[in-house]
């Protein structure tokens, strides 16, 4: 299947199954694993700058690796198992992409602003998508957050990893 097939592929499978609950995205496999290794790193830095620098860049280095390995190993399979080449890629481009997720999120903030507002809802629902205090957010606010969040996490969950 030629590059754009790989595209509009997975981003129907997007579209139509987002990112299963049951299935562990790949950012929270890194989470995952950078909270791992920060918990095992931490006892040795004991506050010294220079072993949390040392510390950082060995959590950098091995996130690294680590992406690069996963990069290398889908790469390796898809030319072992040809036939698994085209649903392998995907699978791994529809991961990356974040579509219906965030559509369902910033959906979840309107639908509580319409047609009778609920904006302690509104605030909950807010709070999923955006990193700031919400508890006093009126109407206009909430919508302005909604509408950033969705421009900011569009670039992050649909442009970037198609053209990246």
Request: charged share 20%; hydrophobic share 50%.
């Amino acid at each position: 299947m030629a590059g754009w097939g790989l595209v509009v592929a997975a981003s129907g499978l997007d579209w139509l199954l987002g990112d299963p609950l049951a299935w562990p995205h790949p950012v929270q496999v890194m989470g995952w694993g950078i909270s791992r290794l920060r918990h095992g790193l931490e006892p040795w830095c004991r506050q010294q700058p220079r072993r949390l620098q040392l510390a950082g860049v060995v959590l950098a280095a091995t996130m690294l690796l680590v992406a690069m390995g996963a990069g290398m190993a889908l790469e390796w399979s898809t030319r072992r198992w040809p036939l698994l080449a085209t649903p392998w890629l995907i699978l791994a481009l529809a991961s990356c992409l974040a579509g219906r997720s965030l559509r369902q999120r910033v959906r979840a903030v309107l639908d509580r602003l319409e047609p009778v507002p609920d904006l302690p809802g509104a605030r909950q629902a807010l709070a999923r998508i955006v990193g700031r205090d919400v508890t006093h957010l009126g109407r206009r606010d909430i919508l302005r957050g909604a509408a950033e969040s969705a421009s900011e996490n569009a670039v992050d969950g649909a442009f970037a990893p198609l053209f990246w």
